[in-house]
């Protein structure tokens, strides 16, 4: 059956990597971090998210390994509180945030375009130092000796009650905020004005729309977290009175004010790797993405429509019945766009010449998996519903399903898909296909669990728990050792294709997209001349066309 | 639907094209209309940075507004027009440096900076003047506050009808609100004035008076942004019911 393969590569024997290209051009520390190339600081950012996704799951490792028994045996309470709290911090803002934008965004949107470049290099190459010294931060509030506040920073726990870290780990991510607002802001000017001739807002692929889709949440949600955080740090610091009850402030608003910020930021989150969905189930069905523009606009939606649901977090904390109602027939509206994109991946599934490469396999999974994460979040949102399923595992399953079992198999999926792109290189095949296939057992084992212990009522943020819940969770703790293996085995043999994976050539996929045009690894200046686009997305016959009259052009 | 494809044609040959234009982009034109678009993008997420203080004073002024009332009459008057009227003259003089790097005048150019950041300091100093005199009134939240000038009005604001003591309590929220806007108001001030330090040496030595003003332009945009928020902070937290 896995016979079937559209993946074309060059005849081994007489292939090789192009002699100039973004890699090779110029050499040594110093070329890499002063670079104002794209494609550069997209390779920085996938190291950099690289490191801490591990130490965020080394965080997720020892969490489940404290919830293996009932009792809070492993560590105590208070560390156990700091461990989840940095699990978090670090996976948010420093994995979650920056993913697909900052790397496979950063390298690929220029190209999409048809540009030389993002808008502005410099601002880009800031956007990661500013990254890392929010990394700084983090890991500094790690070592010298954590923050446990939840990566929610609740006040007035988190400015009054608490003696860690606070406003280290608060500083870390205003920091990492104004790196995601710099990505965004940079997304949105190149998107506007670097287009090349012929290529229309209608002709873009889908996967710059989402992207800018989320880049408008990142430039108008994230400075109001900004300021929160900075107000959060005044009040920590010096004890002003805007959120403290005993001054008259109401705690009440830093919970608005951060949701107006951290819901859309779920959003951020995954409307980048639903454009990566779009891309790779359209290459590996053969066929244009049905319903184009209702996929378009479906991305812009999620992004308005987000802006209007923040309250649903609240339902528990004392919000106006009214609101609440409102809120919540809001939250409602968003699973519309949602499930238009759905529709729409399994519309051009139909009858389309489906191979099931191993980015095509990650996508199946964010597709099952996002879909179950997206219902139960109907659920939540509706309101008699959530009042018993919130502050349970029920809510850390829905979001792990949407983040993990949903973005995070979309960055694999990203980055499965453009790895030949990015390094010329391929990985080995079926290790991947096992590695995938390992991905998605292990996460429902971790997850699915937890919605069935959530349901009975086992609440989060506990290091403890009693004692019949102990069945679920000793599944959930041996899902996520082979889900670690399952992140280990890309680790691996990604960095082994570096060196031996077979060269790829310039479209091994036979994908239409402009990037798939140019060389792998691309030159520095991605085109040698600027493209004149005069097709669709997603046109097969006119690729069909140009490899019939295909020049080999190598730099 | 065919709409507006922005990049021209690539004539990238190395004749004729000006030393300041970058590399991935086309024209100048571009180059420039490029630049300004993000700046407006920037000064777009600063009013969301403003607009989540702008939320939390609507709240509390609604609730408390009272409260809100006796700060505000702590304030001086006085030293909050003349900052509003140095801050407007600032905006003119930043608008004229626009005007002579349009023009190609170096000198000017110089001068009108300078004019700006001068400006810029006096009104740092007066902040500095007002905060101090918070100090002194035991006004400021969190390091030493007391609400004893809104239980028992001074002499001098006698006419005050003094507030009950948990109302007065809530003269705080005013004045975390006050420092709190006034004080980013006063960063994104420092900011600006550290960055026209630059621009002045630059433009000394020419930088922008050779065609490639862009700079200049989108800097005046920034500095245009801070004087209107303090256009909105002056009546929100100076001005409140003056008439009584």
């Known amino acids: 059956m896995s016979t079937a393969t559209i993946v074309k590569l060059p005849p081994q024997e007489t292939a090789s990597l192009p002699k100039r290209s973004y890699l090779n051009n110029e050499y040594g520390l110093k070329s890499w971090l002063l670079t104002g190339d794209h494609k550069r600081i997209a390779i920085l950012y996938l190291i950099s998210i690289t490191f801490f996704f591990f130490i965020g799951g080394a965080m997720a490792g020892l969490i489940r390994l404290e919830l293996l028994t009932p009792q809070s045996d492993l560590m105590a309470m208070d560390t156990y509180n700091k461990v989840f709290t940095m699990h978090g911090i670090i996976m948010v803002f420093l994995f979650l945030v920056p993913s697909v934008p900052a790397t496979i965004g950063n390298f690929l949107i220029p190209i999409m375009v048809g540009a030389k470049d993002l808008a502005f290099p410099k601002v880009n190459l800031l956007s990661w130092y500013l990254y890392i010294f929010a990394g700084c931060f983090t890991l500094a509030a790690l070592i010298l000796g954590g923050v446990d506040t939840g990566w929610t920073f609740t006040t007035p726990l988190s400015t009054h009650y608490l003696n860690t870290h606070v406003i280290t780990a608060g500083l870390g991510i205003f920091i990492a905020g104004f790196s995601s607002i710099f990505t965004g802001l940079n997304f949105i000017v190149t998107i506007h004005r670097m287009r090349a001739p012929g290529m229309t807002w209608f002709r873009l692929p889908l996967f710059v729309w989402s992207n800018y889709a989320a880049s408008i949440l990142m430039v108008l949600g994230t400075p109001v977290l900004a300021i929160t955080l900075v107000l959060v740090i005044l009040e920590r610091a010096i004890g002003i009175g805007v959120f403290d009850p005993a001054k008259g402030g109401d705690p009440l608003l830093f919970q608005h004010l951060f949701w107006f910020y951290s819901h859309p930021a779920v959003y951020i989150m995954i409307l980048p790797g639903m454009g990566v969905i779009s891309e790779v189930i359209s290459t590996f069905s053969r066929k244009r993405v049905f319903g184009y523009t209702a996929v378009a606009f479906s991305s812009v939606a999620i992004a308005v429509f987000g802006f209007f649901v923040w309250a649903h977090h609240m339902f528990i904390m004392g919000v106006s019945n009214y609101s609440a109602l409102v809120f919540s027939l809001l939250t409602m509206l968003v699973a519309v766009p949602s499930a238009i994109k759905i529709f729409n991946w399994a519309a051009t599934l139909y009858k389309g010449s489906i191979t099931f490469e191993t980015p095509m396999l990650y996508a199946f999974g964010f597709m099952g998996l996002f879909t179950i994460g997206g219902l139960t979040g109907v659920f939540l949102g509706s309101l008699g519903m959530d009042i018993h399923l919130t502050e349970t595992y029920f809510i850390v399953a829905h979001f792990h399903f949407v983040m993990v079992g949903g973005m995070l198999m979309a960055f694999l999926s990203g980055i499965h898909f453009w790895w030949p792109k990015m390094t010329g290189r391929m990985y080995p095949e079926a290790l991947s296909k096992l590695a995938a296939l390992i991905t998605f057992i292990g996460f429902n084992l971790t997850f699915f669990p937890q919605f069935i212990v959530g349901y009975l009522g086992m609440p989060r943020r506990y290091a403890s728990y009693p004692p019949e819940f102990q069945v679920l969770n000793v599944l959930s703790t041996a899902g996520a050792t082979v889900l670690g293996v399952g992140y280990l085995l890309p680790m691996i043999y990604l960095t082994w294709s570096l060196k031996h994976g077979k060269i790829a050539g310039n479209n091994p996929w036979q994908a239409t997209g402009l990037e798939w045009q140019i060389q792998s690894p691309p030159l520095t200046e991605n085109f040698v001349e600027t493209p004149i686009v005069d097709h669709e997305a997603y046109d097969y016959e006119w690729l069909a066309h140009q490899t019939e009259h295909e020049v080999q052009t190598v730099g | ?244």
């Open chain 2, 1 to 244: 639907m065919d709409s507006q494809a922005i990049a021209t044609q690539p004539e990238h040959g190395h004749e004729e094209h000006p030393p300041y234009l970058r590399h991935h982009f086309a024209t100048v034109e571009q180059q420039r209309e490029t630049a300004s678009f993000g700046m407006w993008l920037f000064l777009l997420t600063e009013i969301m940075f403003f607009g989540g203080l702008f939320t939390a004073y609507l709240i509390y002024r609604n609730w408390y507004y009272p409260a809100f009332v006796a700060g505000s009459h702590q304030l001086s008057i006085f030293l909050g027009t003349l900052n509003t009227a140095v801050l407007i003259c600032s905006s003119f003089t930043m608008a004229m440096g626009v005007h002579a790097a349009e023009m190609k005048w170096r000198k000017p150019l110089v001068g009108w900076l300078l004019a700006t950041i001068f400006l810029g300091c006096v009104f740092l100093g007066v902040k500095a003047v007002e905060y101090h005199e918070k100090w002194e009134k035991h006004h400021v939240p969190g390091l030493n506050f007391s609400t004893q000038d809104f239980t028992h009005p001074s002499a001098q604001y006698k006419e005050e009808p003094p507030l009950p003591p948990d109302m007065a309590a809530k003269t705080q929220v005013y004045f975390s609100l006050y420092f709190a806007m006034t004080g980013m108001h006063a960063l994104h001030m420092i900011i600006g004035v550290s960055i026209l330090l630059v621009l002045v040496v630059r433009a000394w030595a020419g930088a922008y008076t050779a065609g490639h003003m862009t700079t200049i332009e989108n800097f005046g945009l920034y500095w245009h942004f801070v004087d209107i928020v303090w256009i909105f902070l002056f009546p929100l937290l100076y001005l409140i019911s003056r008439h009584q």
